[in-house]
């Protein structure tokens, strides 16, 4: 198809050029054109938020962002919430915890709990899970997602 | 070092966590894909199907080779209809899949799909369950005419005398409405057409992929050889993906056809109009209760609506004659006579979702148990206890045989818990102030890890029930442990991994799971019905017994001890008593490598061993407080308890985490979701903005006491506990909102119990006290 553009997005500190319709989701640009499948698809119409990455410092549904939308800003998804080795304290505390079962929902919850800590660094335990019910998991229950989430909100305030 | 009973994080956990899982979305880079072209109506004669020029279509025409999805129970009730992958003449459903295109990308097939147009020639469907049942209903197959499919019918003699002699007889109508197990994950597979061997390989999103391969291979007639099935990580099942689906076969054979690389990932519209459904069924009951509340006797007529064909290999036969087997639960019932109807409709086909009709089953019981203690003026407690089974092995009147369990003491542990007196009085309190508060109980069983035997019951054609496990120590020192089961989220390969460390004496991550490969695994039969930690975890335990047994007679040679004298154990084997030790690595090797030093290494250190288990009965009681707001209807959670026995908990932590992802879905089930079709069989409820799963914000803490009855019906002593959640929520919920909105004498016999119908009973309860 002749109408495909070029862009360069940055993911995870990363440049990927890519070559996309205009009409192609970010998630789907993340997924087949960066090779990063880390970023799930639960629904395609943003209300499960398996999709969610951080765009520029705040969380984003990346179904419902176009691909040519994100150009020039900062992406970040679930592959490059580690440092090397070391998990994020969000990724540590979900393995301690039992927060995740079969995993499907778990990168859209890390990057949601992440990126609303990143966009306000002040957030509070009560106003984090309700951030959180933006998101659908179907097997956890979310006893421990919460339990999670809010150990690693104190490790993160800490800077651990 | 004892690995089981530690909540051990997870084994499969830090690949998921950094996004490095493959689901099988993940695996179709590269592929071409499929769309289908789905049936706009639900039911009606296809006239023809149009393509623009140059658009390739494959119809039922291309697939004139291909079988039809036909299983079979052995049973005389039971009509056999078999689903075309793609049907040539008519669509039973709205969402059946009639047509598909390919193309090198996913959004390219949907542009060619748009295109193509099913001249369908709409008739009245059938789609309501009582609705089927009438004697002038259409029937939605030539073949039952009546529209049923499976019938079962029992009556013992005494019944009729139990009901003749009854001090009080109390009926109730049930109805639990239509839902989605809705995993996370969609369907989806990627074929792979190997041109050096010719074998096609399906990744795909399933929970039984040996049953799948069989599937697969009788429908396409080629061998079982030429087609390997495996589930990579799979995003959560429930039961939904359990099945062999049209869409499957499809996929298999356009990759053998076209010789490439194909896949089909479907969105959550397609699961939600066409993968399946379950719970939909009516129960209308009749309990006979002497003055002092025992339950005489039992009668019940159970409708169960099973969409529109028969699920494989299960068979549509699986919610009602589950629900027919199973009725009495925990109860003792001296006579009991039940009807229950497998109901055919132009809906989406049903299959398993977790718990299988015991959801509402136990709704019925907890909700008889509740109406009989109000009729004879008993405490709801009480009448249970009078009820309750006690004594072990415990005969149902359907033949079924319980194991020990803690029926009685569980609930006990619960009322004391939740301190009853104490909610009376706040509950008292509330109501002054126009506040409605409830209590609500619910005790049951939940029959699970049941091998053959349970399923030859039910007249499978097609008899799951054992599981293969091949215990594999190589000459490293590490082991390979192949399982028949898949699991896709319960954290199977942990614990497998901290049974059989126990075992041979070594840790947790020494132990390699291998599962949901038939290249790379024993038949087997996949994981739902709570079997795998029973089933696969018995089958791990012996085989790996077996290797433990060989170690011991190469260590006893290398060291010239006997074999009774060895323990392994921390990565040893050791001549007890003795500060003589070689490591199990070294004894590995040489059982390898030396093997002319040793005498009967049949087998050597690869073991395989079969387990077949009649099965066991969990038990539970849940406890549930909520605030019912008498002018929106809504209900609020405030407390819920779980007082759970499966037997001995190998890894605790994981144990919570299935309850508490049950007690979510049975949370859903009372509350929140439903499947509406509109009278023309047009499903209203097709997307997240319509269907409405949970958040964290409408699930409380969920508090949980466990106890372990130790019940010889299983190896390991782990009863299973997959579903235990889910079956007894919504009746502790339904009879807490009951309690609730007492003062108003209203009875809820339906779930979801959402806003509108709570709303209905207190309007028609107060309409009723003013006549
Ligand atoms: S996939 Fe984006 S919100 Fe569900
Ligand atoms: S862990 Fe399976 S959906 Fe959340």
Redesign the pocket.
Known sequence: MNDRLAITLNVNGQSYPVTVEPRKSL?DALREDCGLTGT?????????????VIVDGRPV????MFAVQAEGLAVCTVEGLAEGEALHPLQRHFWEQHGLQCGFCTP?FLMLAAGAFEADPTIDEAEMIDVLSSNLCRCTGYQNIAKAVSLALQDMRAGV | MNWIGRSLPRLEDPTLLRGHGHYVADLAQDAAHIRFVRSPVARGRILGIEAPEGVTVYTAADLSDVGQIRPVLERPDYVAVGQPVLPSDRVCFAGQAVAFVVADEAAAAEDLAEQIFLDIEPEEPVVDLDAALRPDAVPTHPEAPGNVLVEGRMRTSGLDAAFAGAAAVVELDLRSRRQSAMPMETRGGVARYDQRDRRTTLHASVQMPHMLRTGLADLLGCPEADLRVIAPDVGGGFGQKMSLFPEYVALVWLARHLKRDVAWIED?RENFLASAHSRDQAFTVRGAFDAQGRLLGLEADLRSNVGAFSCYPVTCGVEPLMAFAELPGPYKVLEYGARSRGVTTNTCTMAPYRGVARPMLTLTMERLMEDAARRLGLDPIEIRRRNLIDSFPHRSPTGLVYDAGSYIAAMEAAVAAVDLPAFRRRQAEALTQGRYLGLGISVFSERTGYGTPAYAARGMAIVPGYEQVDCALDPSGHLELRIGASPHGQGLATALAQLVADELGVVPSQVRVISGDTDRTPYGWGTFASRSMVIAGGASKLASAKVAAKLRAVAACLMEATEAEIDLEGGLARVRGTNRSTPIREIARAAHHRSHLFSDLEGGLRQTAFYDPFGTFSNACHVAEVEVDVDTGGVRIERFLVVEDAGRLINPMIVDGQIHGGVAQGIANALYEEMIYDPDGNLLTAS?ADYLPPTINEIPKIEIIHMETISDATLTGAKGVGEGGTIGAPAAIVNAIVDALAPFGVAINETPATPERIRAAIRSARENRHE
């Open positions: 998630a799930h698809l639960g629904c395609e119409h943003g209300v499960c938020g398996a999709c969610t549904r990346s179904c419902l859209g | 959550r997240l």
